[in-house]
């Protein structure tokens, strides 16, 4: 069977917000194929189906930091912003019945899971590499530089901190 939507393309839009990995809803009304409001009508008409673990709104300043990374104009100015988990993307499957619905969730499902899966792994070659590091210890200077370039291309990517805006002040220094 062919796939409907490439992980890749599922995966640009998977973010982390407060802490865990979710889809938010302009994304997945485009996946499954509706419009936002008719998405977040569904999703109010059975709200029961989504406790605060399942689906959040976001705040202001998480929309317009989103902003940031998404390539959309109108998700800065979207009114109300609901951000999925993974349980809530898969609650989604109850409440959106159509064959194309079926496919997208099926897609993302695979996608949550292949993600954990690539998380897992690193983890594992982390716990690999240090104790490889205990056993090598400090005898040569060229192994431990390897093993630093490593440790860094593994840890998590910190957010980079604002930049001065570009163009002239009026101001005086």
Known sequence: MKQL????TIETRI???????VMISPHLAELYG??????????????DRFPDDFMFSLTRDEIRNLSQLVISSTLKHAPMIYAFTEQGVAMLSGILRSKRAI???????????????????????TVKLEELERRVGSQDVK????????KRLTMP????KKKDKIGFRTEKY
């Open 15 to 21: 973010f982390m917000i407060r802490g865990q990995k």
């Open 5 to 8: 939507i490439p992980h890749e």
């Open 34 to 47: 509706v419009e936002t409001r008719v998405l977040i009508q569904s999703v109010k008409r059975n709200i």
């Open 143 to 150: 192994i431990q530089a390897i093993f630093e370039a490593i």
């Open 157 to 160: 990517v910190e957010p980079e």
């Open 103 to 125: 496919l997208v969730n099926i897609a993302i499902m695979r996608t949550f899971v292949k993600l954990r899966q690539i998380l897992s792994a690193n983890k594992d070659l």
